[in-house]
């Protein structure tokens, strides 16, 4: 996939790199329909730290160019940050035991490297977020002149259905609900790629056990983090992958492959079990909430409902083994 000028995307990538922001990371510096121009790193599967040297680490495993990674918010906006350590392991990538990084991120902070890159574009920029929303929220609040040369936000984040987090609440929106609040507002489309669909996309357990096999170090490391993101949905003693956050990067590649509706959404922002929810609108009609107390005006974004996932995992597998 190409942009309409049949040249690469560019793409700007805000993560918490994690083991599937990290295969996400694999692909998109792969592919060679994105034009990765910046990486920045925010606190969420682990500390903020922790993120900027598992990016880097992939990077460096992925035999990627020289692409500028930033360090970036710390703690949401609000409230203290909540790692995911539980999921992703101690060290937020699995504790494969790798080597540590000899790249370096960039002198600059995450929205400050955000904004030059985005308005240096010579074409509007695509921003993919992956991970809580600090960096981008504080962006847009700092920076709003950013938008004039933002084509598209394609974010992982929110449920229609069923949270991870909490029973209604996915882990990145609920990590900072006021930033996820700021997202909506940004005046430029927007397409969620949220649980509904990020659950799906599992990559086959031969296609798992082939990398992990895989004399190339970027394969095998590929194939350890399917291999820790099985999902333990069957019974073969081989596991599956989920792809996650990949599955996002893949959105934006191809995103006839992701079924979207244009639909009203707003995020919880309440103390309390419904704090972080993205409660998306689907009622064909107004209820009796708008017929007494009249309509409200909220954001309308592109909700991911399905997903085609044999597209996407072939995509991801041929981008990721290709040479």
Known sequence: MTDAEGQPIPVIIDCDTGVDDALALLFAVRHPGLDVRAITCVAGNTDVD????????????????????????????????????HVHGEDGMGDLGLPAPTRVPVDVDAVTLLRR??????????????????NIALL?????????????????????????????????VWHDPEAAAVLLTA?????????????????????VQRLRESAQPRLRLAGELLAHRDPATSGDPTPTGGLGDAGAVCAVVDP???????????????????RGQ?????????????????????SLVDVGLDVDVERYVKLWLTAVEGD
């Open 256 to 274: 006839g492959g992701l079924t979207t509706e244009l639909l009203p959404v707003e995020v919880s922002l309440a103390p309390g079990a419904t």
């Open 140 to 172: 847009l609040r700092t920076h709003p002149e950013v938008v004039r040369n933002i084509e598209r936000i394609v974010f992982m984040g929110g449920a229609v259905a069923t949270g991870n987090a909490t029973p209604v609440a996915e882990f990145n």
């Open 187 to 207: 005046g430029v489309p927007i397409t969620m790629y949220g649980l509904d669909v990020f659950k799906r996309v599992l990559v086959p357990a031969a296609d």
């Open 50 to 85: 922790g993120v900027v040297r598992n990016t880097l680490t992939v990077l460096e495993q992925a035999g990627a160019g020289d692409i500028p990674v930033a360090r970036g918010a710390e703690r949401p906006l609000i409230e203290p940050a909540r790692s995911a350590r």
């Open 117 to 134: 890159e985005i308005l240096a574009s010579p074409r509007p920029v695509t921003l993919i977020p992956m991970a809580p929303l600090t």
């Open 278 to 298: 993205t409660v998306v609108d689907r009622r064909p009609r107004p209820g009796e909430s708008e017929i007494h107390e009249g309509e409200r005006e909220l």
